[in-house]
């Protein structure tokens, strides 16, 4: 990949520097050379199935920004408009996880630039593709103290699939076949055609002044050729291509378990299904349901009489919620497989997976039902000791005797007034999500304690859990309820996070005018700081001032003038009644739904 790449820079900067003696002419009212590039680069783009492009103030970046509102308003593109770097990194990747196809990024320089890090990386670890192009100032104002100047050519490191640092236009009418070289490279390595697998690619693109002029010419056929919705539904050109891996046929000889890590999808449920095998499935895994899903996994995988009798694993996604399964993968003479059909990093905990495959199926035979079903029975069993759901006693609702009746009416009162714990909080929103919505979980106590005790069900469950941050958890949400509900797309998108999270991504909540707010449900477990710390085992045995200062975090803040002050609604619920009517209340706007927990 990096040989590919390193290739292609040097074809893209002959391009560039390219003297045919035709410039555009003043005269003819042509638009900016700067300008030019910028429509002709959004242009490639566009023919090759980006649909959206998020933009952050600045000026040296304006021809692109200018550009792609005029794509815009011809129907080419959707714009999206975020004052904040962060912010808008991780809407993108909101944007593209949910959509399935790159999503270009417009910033200006210094600064704006490294703000797209965090989102970056992620990407690069959760194999999203982002196109960045980062405006920069041209190589004669570089190295010279100039204003908002900083070394941005490979800022970015083996992050990115593709990276290339473009000379300034200048008007060669060659620019523009080096520009649709640049939008045929960027979409192809961003959408997984090199070694590395889908991802960021980075055009650092230097302007000079004139930096932008008010022509943009936008092409009709281009427009034409797209869909009636505006070409937002229209497949990506650039499908992923799979790295070679060889495909595999697994036997039925060995006690089996199946892994479904983040972002497996449902080919794990698949063959956990064919095999007869018990199925281990993360709540962001899109593989959570079926008959042979085991919930109370980390139990039964610490648990000799199943966890010790395990004798082969196949591994979907990246696994990142237990230490049991990377324990179980760690284990002497464990029986690795890994199924990795695209590139990037190979989950591969202990370094024992015995091979790495794109894909895995069975042979045909009788299933060992004893082996599956004591998963199942033992995990059903913890379930039910554990439920505190119970049917309500309709006899004692319909008796003559008053004290009984009283007493069904004080028990079932009762438990609409239940006070809110971390595990009724989770089962409440799994509960009020189906399959027309969408769930995002960020990356804090929460996603574990949902993990760990909801039942199966196949909704799209969506997390950063790549490098697993808590960094802009509210903007990736927008972004994934923008992409799945336009052009009349059902359903609510709901967030549930940590106080902490919400808060580090609090410039998130700021909506961008002029564009449809999505039908969003930002729920916030509130317990007055970070209490995924407190499991840590250094807070047995550190000063308690101290582990509250440097980790836990304490801090207060009025969650409801936060929602207002951004435009939010806002909701408080101290009860399960109070929040199941706000869950399944009609959503038409982003609503903020807090909810106070005891640490």
Do not use: C
Request: aromatic share 4%.
């Amino acid at each position: 990949m990096e040989q590919t790449a390193r290739t292609a820079i040097r074809a893209t900067d002959r391009v560039l520097s390219m003297s045919d003696g035709q410039r555009t002419s003043p005269e003819d009212q042509s638009p900016a050379p700067s300008t030019a590039f910028a429509a002709a680069l959004l242009e490639g783009l566009v023919r090759r199935g980006v649909r959206d492009v998020v933009v952050a103030p600045g000026s040296r970046s304006q021809a692109l920004a200018l550009a792609a509102a005029a794509f815009e308003r011809a129907g080419a593109i959707a714009v999206h408009v975020r004052i904040d770097e962060r912010a808008a990194g991780f809407f993108a990747l909101g944007l593209a996880v949910e959509s399935r196809r790159p999503v270009a990024i417009v910033v200006t320089s210094g600064t704006a630039v490294a703000n797209l890090h965090p989102a970056v990386l992620e990407a690069h670890h959760s194999l999203v593709p982002l196109i960045l192009l980062t405006a920069d100032r041209p190589e004669e104002l570089r190295g010279i103290r100039s204003n908002q100047t900083t070394a941005q050519p490979g800022i970015f490191a083996k992050a990115t699939r593709f990276a290339v640092d473009v000379a300034a236009p200048s008007g060669l009418r060659s620019e523009s076949r080096a520009a649709d070289e640049l939008a045929d490279n960027a979409v192809s390595f961003a959408a997984g055609r090199g070694e590395a697998g889908a991802g960021p690619v980075h055009l650092n693109l230097a302007f000079r002044e004139p930096l932008s002029s008010g022509f943009v010419h936008v092409p009709h056929q281009l427009v034409d050729a797209l869909t009636d919705e505006g070409g937002l539904v229209t497949p990506p050109a650039a499908a992923p291509t799979a790295v070679y891996r060889p495909s595999i046929l697994l036997d039925r000889d060995k006690r089996t378990v199946v892994i479904a890590g983040h972002a497996a999808g449902p080919a794990a449920e698949s063959l956990a299904h064919a095999g007869g095998w018990p199925l281990i499935a993360e709540v962001s895994s899109d593989a959570r349901y079926g008959r042979n899903l085991v919930v109370a996994y980390r139990r039964l995988l610490a648990d000799p009489a199943l966890g010790g009798r395990i004798e082969r694993a196949v591994v979907f996604g990246h696994p990142t919620l237990s230490r049991e399964v990377p324990a179980l993968l760690s284990r002497e003479g464990m029986d690795v497989t890994v199924v990795a059909p695209t590139g990037g990093e190979v989950y591969n905990p202990g370094r024992r997976a015995v091979r790495v495959v794109s894909a895995v199926s069975v042979v045909e035979g009788p299933v060992d039902r004893q082996w599956l079903g004591s998963w199942i029975t033992a995990s059903r069993g913890i379930a039910e000791a554990e439920s505190r759901d119970s049917a309500p006693d309709l006899e004692a609702a319909r008796s003559h005797d008053p004290a009984e009746r009283l007493a069904y009416v004080k028990a079932e009162f009762s438990a609409v007034r239940q006070p809110i714990d971390r595990r009724l909080l989770v089962e409440a929103v799994w509960r009020a999500t189906w399959p027309h919505d969408r769930l995002v979980l960020g990356a804090s106590r929460l996603i574990r304690e949902a993990d760990a005790v909801v039942g199966g069900k196949k909704v799209r469950v969506h997390a950063n859990r790549g490098l697993a941050g808590i960094d802009g958890t509210i903007s990736t949400a927008l972004g994934i309820a923008t992409a799945s509900q336009r052009a009349g797309g059902a359903g609510v998108t709901r967030v549930l996070v940590g106080d902490l999270t919400a808060l580090h991504d609090i410039g998130g909540l700021l909506l961008a005018a002029g564009e449809t707010p999505p039908r969003l449900q930002l729920v916030v477990g509130d317990d007055g700081g970070g209490t995924i710390f407190d499991g840590l085992e250094v807070a047995t045995s550190a000063r308690k001032d101290d582990i509250d200062r440097v980790l836990y975090t304490p801090r207060s803040v009025d969650f409801e003038a936060l929602a207002r002050g951004f435009g939010w609604g806002h909701a408080r619920a101290t009860t399960r009644a109070e929040l199941d009517q706000a869950l399944t209340a009609q959503t038409s706007a982003p609503t903020l739904i807090e909810v106070p927990l005891e640490r």
